[in-house]
């Protein structure tokens, strides 16, 4: 079946621009989380969401990122004001529900560059 | 707080040698452990998990880790390395206590195989 999918797989941008990142779920999955991955920081939590229920949004490490889920299914991380910090690989992964026991499915990932 | 130690960032094997790859935790409550595996360019594969049960825990591709508490230790093994095994391995464990399913991951270990 189909698993989940991310795009673009690759973005490069300018310092100061904004970029939306896409994260489709896998049909079903009513948990999507974010994750980045950088060469300084390694595999870091960003943002969760589960249902209907306010997302979790402690990982996000500043004001200029933000996450939205609509319909319950596709979600969209925005960068604002892009840093040359935020050049990482932006992971999305989904779970059938947000059970601390449940396994997350990961996408291929956003590799974001910024110039 | 939850965090995770993988003890070695680079690991080398022979083909058909026992692959040991370490990792130690620390959480607050009873963990919920997964190892996952990333080959280039990929998103994370769930490899295995221990949640409650049997401490020896089975996974795919001939993997599998045995839970310690008194050690705190979560190792992952192979009994014999195949060139296909090489890539990046990351240890996590479940926030329980946060609610949802954050996970914190180590710092990974880049497993090598060499003929």
């Known amino acids: 079946g189909a698993g989940v999918s991310q795009s673009p797989s690759n973005k490069v941008t300018e310092k100061g621009k904004d970029v939306e990142l896409r994260c489709d779920p896998i049909s079903g999955h009513t948990a999507l989380y974010w994750y980045r991955q950088s060469l300084g920081q390694g595999l870091e939590f960003l943002i969760y969401?589960?249902?209907?229920?306010?997302?979790?949004k402690s990982g996000l490490p500043s004001d200029r990122f933000s996450a939205e889920r609509t319909g319950g299914s596709v979600s969209t991380l925005t960068i604002q004001r892009t840093q040359q910090e935020d050049s990482a690989v932006y992971l999305c992964?989904?779970?059938?529900?947000?059970?601390?026991?449940?396994?997350?499915?990961f996408g291929d990932g956003t590799r974001l560059s910024i110039l | 707080a939850q965090s995770v130690t993988q003890l070695g960032s680079h690991v080398s094997v022979s083909e058909g040698a026992l692959v040991l790859l370490r990792c130690n935790y620390s959480?607050?409550?009873?963990?919920?452990l997964f190892w996952y595996v990333q080959y280039p360019n990929q998103g994370l594969q769930l490899l295995l998990k221990?949640?409650?049960?049997?401490?020896l825990v089975k996974g795919i591709n001939g993997f599998e880790a045995e839970f310690k508490k008194s050690e705190t230790s979560f190792h992952l093994t192979k009994p014999s390395a195949h060139m296909s095994d090489a890539a990046e391995y990351f240890c996590a464990v479940s926030d329980q206590a946060g609610g949802g399913n954050k996970l914190t991951f180590g710092t990974g270990t880049q497993l090598k195989v060499e003929l």
């Open positions: 959480s607050s409550v009873p963990p919920y």
């Open positions: 992964a989904s779970s059938s529900q947000s059970s601390s026991n449940q396994p997350q499915h």
């Open positions: 221990y949640t409650t049960g049997a401490t």
């Open positions: 969401f589960q249902g209907n229920s306010a997302p979790d």
